[in-house]
């Protein structure tokens, strides 16, 4: 790779799955692109559960073979286990639908990160790593181009038509401008780490990802096994509930875990592969998708929550979507806001589907067992959204269904829990008697 070059039609900020897909896309238009990342390639990363409807972005970037040659676990469905230690069943993506794309992988993301890195070069991409980006250079409200420093401590000064920031959670552009905003209804926290020899159930010939709620819904654990007898464990739970007022994370993680039988028991004949992580308040927004002269892509875009694996389709559809309108922008000379923003509102609406099924993961009554004994005919449309697929237009009420359904439970356990306490009160005075 040759040096930095002083301008480029684009620069993208972040070597990520979003910023190497932006970066593809961009290059294959044929207009020069610079791709940086921070640190040195491969890199380490919580290990990830994809979602099926990845494999459209997957096959737009040439990406299919290379990722079938891996040795990346087939990710072939999710099942749920409540509180009470009660197994959903499985829900099997190709028993949905049998073709190819409705099955996908558990990532190791170094691994992962690296060979859409790589392929962004092969796609024309001028592509460095271990570059640190100091700033972005705004005149008036228009990004112009960015300052890097590389890692012999060399300064530059690159000029770009566009600025895409795939910075991640470091969000660089969106806390440069202050748009971005924390969901103050999920301000949650994850202790995670990976084991090596835990449980694998590969009876749906490849693994599922598992969502295992603990005793009491106080927190919730994703459970994903990886290549190499690995599997990522994380906890989950409202951030001052895991971080405030307890002992160490170690210590906390180790209490959830106790909480947790089911994940507890997959466990059993497992060891530590690496310390515990901890990720503080992700969930969170920004006012803009783009502005003039920038784009936001990937977790510098929003971020939702994990507990649907959604991270990394979103951070890939969006740097799609987006690389499409830069591209075009480009072809017409407009860089506008308007041109590098209008795959938003799409975006912001298919992604509403999935914020909507956090919110109900998250509240006390969600059962997604108990759901689907009550209403069968949403089987296959909460399998879609498990899937990804969620930028067709809704067809079904399951949403609709879904609040009348959390409403009675909510109504009935409030009436359960009045039944009992009069009960207990007859049962005093009867004894009083």
């Avoid at 970037?61 to 040795?71: C, E, H, S």
């Avoid at 690296?114 to 980006?133: I, S």
């Avoid at 994370?249 to 039988?261: D, I, K, V």
């Amino acid at each position: 790779m040759g040096p930095i070059q002083p301008q480029y039609d684009c620069v993208v900020l972040g070597g990520g799955p979003a910023g190497s897909t932006a970066a593809t896309i961009v290059a294959q238009a044929g207009h020069s692109v610079l791709l940086v990342d921070r640190d040195s390639m491969p890199r380490p990363h919580v290990g990830e559960s994809l979602m099926p409807e990845s494999y459209w972005v997957f096959k737009r970037l040439g990406l299919l073979d290379a990722l079938a040659q891996t040795n990346f676990p087939r990710k072939v469905g999710v099942q749920f286990v409540n509180d009470t230690g009660r197994e959903s069943q499985p829900f099997f993506f190709r028993t949905h639908d049998p073709r190819p794309s409705s099955e996908t992988w558990h990532v190791d993301r170094a691994e992962f990160d690296h060979l859409l890195f790589k392929n962004a070069a092969a796609h024309g991409a001028d592509c460095h790593e271990a570059v640190r980006v100091t700033d972005v250079v705004m005149e008036r409200n228009r990004a112009v181009g960015v300052l890097l420093s590389d890692s012999s401590g060399e300064r530059h000064r690159v000029a770009a038509r566009v600025v895409v920031d795939a910075t991640g959670q470091q969000t660089l552009l969106a806390s440069k401008l202050g748009i971005r905003r924390p969901n103050p209804h999920l301000k949650k926290a994850a202790l995670w780490r990976h084991y090596r020899g835990g449980d694998r159930d590969e009876s749906g010939g490849g693994v599922k990802t598992l969502i295992l709620h603990s005793s009491g819904k106080r927190s919730w654990f994703w459970y994903i096994p990886q290549s190499d007898n690995l599997v990522s464990v994380g906890c989950v739970g409202d951030s001052d509930y895991l971080l405030k007022g307890r002992a160490s994370p170690e210590q906390t993680f180790a209490e959830e875990l106790a909480q947790c039988e089911g994940v507890r028991k997959r466990l059993a004949q497992a060891t530590p592969a690496d310390k515990l992580q901890v990720d503080r308040e992700f969930s969170y927004s920004t006012n803009q998708p783009a502005g003039e002269g920038w784009v936001l892509v990937g977790d510098a875009w929003g971020f939702v929550d994990p507990v649907y694996s959604s991270g990394v389709y979103f951070a890939l559809k969006s740097a799609e979507l987006a690389a499409d309108c830069v591209a075009e922008g480009l072809a017409r000379d407009d860089t506008s806001a308007a041109q590098l923003g209008k795959w938003g509102p799409g975006f912001s609406q298919g992604v509403a589907s999935i914020r909507k099924l956090v919110d109900a993961f998250y509240s006390k009554e969600f059962r997604v067992g108990q759901f689907i004994r009550d209403h069968p005919e949403h089987q296959g449309r909460l399998t879609d959204l498990l899937i990804g697929r969620i930028f067709q237009p809704e067809a079904s009420p399951i949403f609709e269904d879904l609040d009348r359904w959390l409403a009675k439970q909510k109504s009935d356990k409030r009436t359960a829990k009045s039944n009992n306490q009069r009960n207990r009160q007859d049962a005093k005075k009867e004894g009083g008697n």
